[in-house]
């Protein structure tokens, strides 16, 4: 697979240390938010992403990680292309991820993210302290535009959740 | 990117780009906190879709999303009026908000089968996103004509006072009557009959009595708007007229 001096998995790796910088515990593949590598034959290394919400602002800081992630690895010649199709969902972030985020504290968004889960899902939603499932919805609009605000009836503490979507 | 495509994506982009810039006019005002952060999420996520239609507008014609949407005077604005009309109380602005949610998410669901990928695409991020919106406003205005006298009351205002706007919301005209014929803009008539469906169920369940068509405002398509929108181009522009082309 590897054309240049550099292999697909190598870059993946390094590419591990970029962070979503609202949620620093996980990384832009655990997110989903990483779509593509791709080496052309002259070394040149394309990386593909896809916005989590349309006007996330995280996106461009994003990008920017990513590309200076790459050239302190010794790799100068990137670029970022943002793609919005096929539109990112919630479904994507990875186990790991899943489980980073309820250890930060953020409940982890329900599966089946389809349009009817939006809809009509009124989800059990686990507070991410105590998991308790006697939760409530305080705001479908909480402090990044893909968290909704929560809060426990059991321990008291509100809470993010990560929005389905 | 044939003309009429090019004026048709520029008028999604302004709606949503002015009522953003509308909403985002709530920060730091919010009546509670979760309000204030609800609005101003809503106004990111409106922004986020009008970047993306005025990048792609601005593609065909090598202009920036930028030049677009701070280098255009009032009249080259083809936004509906209603998205302009100041945000008064916050039934108003829930008002407001509610009449076009329950437009954009027809039109959005409609436009993630456009013939046109790069719209397609687009829609089909901003169509989970105008869900939330329509639930959002919907449940405020609810919860406004369903509580007290006096939230009520300014409910009834407020759909009094804007329900003149709503009409310039399914207009058709050469531009929108070809895209309809290309297959990339749905049947207006649709998006119509799922706006009446929602504001007639989400009213009823308000208690308030859905007002009476009478005059309705139009223009907006054609860069003819209420004073209200030079204002907004103003403070939105002002920076950018002040120092061209600068950079940080
Ligand atoms: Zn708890």
């Not at chain 1, 979503?20 to 791709?38: M, Q």
């Not at chain 1, 040149?44 to 994003?62: E, H, L, Q, S």
């Not at chain 1, 009509?120 to 105590?130: F, H, L």
């Not at chain 2, 437009?103 to 687009?122: C, F, K, M, N, V």
């Amino acid at each position: 697979m590897s054309t240049g001096p550099h292999t697909r998995d190598r870059i993946i790796t390094i590419l591990e240390s970029v962070k979503d910088p609202e949620i620093p515990v996980i990384s832009v593949r655990e997110l989903g938010v990483l779509r593509d590598v791709g080496l052309a034959a002259d070394g040149k290394v394309a990386v593909t992403i896809t916005p989590t919400y349309t006007g996330c602002p995280a996106m461009d800081v994003m990008a920017a990680d990513i590309k200076q992630a790459l050239r302190e690895a010794g790799i100068t010649k990137v670029e970022v292309k943002q793609v919005l199709s096929p539109a990112w969902t919630t479904d994507w972030i990875t186990e790991e991820g899943r489980n980073k985020l309820k250890a930060y504290g953020i409940a982890p968004p329900p599966h089946t993210a389809d349009i009817r889960a939006l809809k009509g899902c009124a989800p059990v939603v686990e507070c991410p302290r105590c998991g308790s499932g006697n939760t409530a919805m305080l705001s479908a609009f909480g402090s990044t535009a893909c968290k909704a605000l929560w809060k426990c009836n059991d321990c008291l503490e509100p809470f993010d959740q990560f929005k389905c979507l | 990117m044939s003309q009429a495509l090019n004026t048709y994506t520029l008028r999604l982009a302004d709606d949503l780009l002015i009522l953003s810039h509308r909403l985002s006019e709530w920060c730091g005002h919010g009546p509670i906190l979760e309000e204030d952060i609800a609005l101003t999420n809503r106004a990111l996520d409106h922004l986020g879709e009008a970047r993306n239609l005025l990048t792609y507008a601005g593609q065909a014609i090598g202009k920036s999303e930028d030049e677009l949407a701070y280098g255009r005077m009032e009249r080259w604005y083809t936004n509906v009026k209603l998205v302009e009309q100041p945000n008064g109380d916050y039934a108003h602005t829930i008002v407001r908000s509610f009449l076009f949610d329950a437009y954009h998410l027809p039109l959005a669901e409609g436009l993630t089968r456009s013939t046109d990928a790069q719209l397609a695409a687009i829609a089909a991020k901003a169509v989970k996103e105008a869900t939330y919106h329509l639930r959002h406003s919907s449940e405020w205005l609810v919860r406004f004509g369903d509580g007290t006298a006096e939230s009520h009351q300014r409910a009834h205002a407020a759909l009094a006072d804007l329900w003149t706007f709503t009409g310039e919301l399914f207009e058709t005209d050469a531009v929108g009557d070809a895209m309809v014929k290309a297959g990339v803009a749905p049947e207006m008539a649709a998006i119509k009959a799922a706006w009446n469906n929602t504001v007639d169920t989400v009213l009823a369940q308000a208690t308030l009595e859905r007002p009476v068509d009478g005059f309705m405002a139009t223009g907006g398509r054609k860069g003819l708007h209420t004073e209200h929108l030079g204002f907004i181009l103003a403070d939105m522009q002002h920076v950018t007229r002040a120092y061209p082309g600068a950079s940080w």
